[in-house]
């Protein structure tokens, strides 16, 4: 799953390891994430989106389908 949350983080001014401290999980689950390599819980997606100002479905989306 694609997502927007190294480029809203880095607007806010936040550093991986703040993300992390906020969300409860390691930096190095947000590295995970920020990377695709990692699709969090429903529940994480949300907080994230709205410590970030955003929604999930802004933050997130579904690669393209061929």
């Given at each position: 799953?694609?997502?927007?949350?190294?480029?809203?983080r880095k607007a806010a001014g936040m550093r991986q390891e703040d993300l992390a401290?906020?969300?409860g999980v390691t930096r190095q689950t947000v590295i995970a994430i920020e990377n695709?390599?990692?699709?969090?819980?429903?529940?994480l997606?949300?907080?994230m989106?709205?410590?970030?100002?955003?929604?999930?479905e802004e933050l997130?989306?579904?690669p393209?389908?061929?």
């Open positions: 799953m694609e997502n927007k949350i190294r480029e809203l401290e906020y969300l695709d390599k990692y699709d969090p819980s429903l529940a997606a949300m907080r989106a709205r410590l970030l100002g955003t929604t999930v997130f989306r579904l393209e389908e061929c």
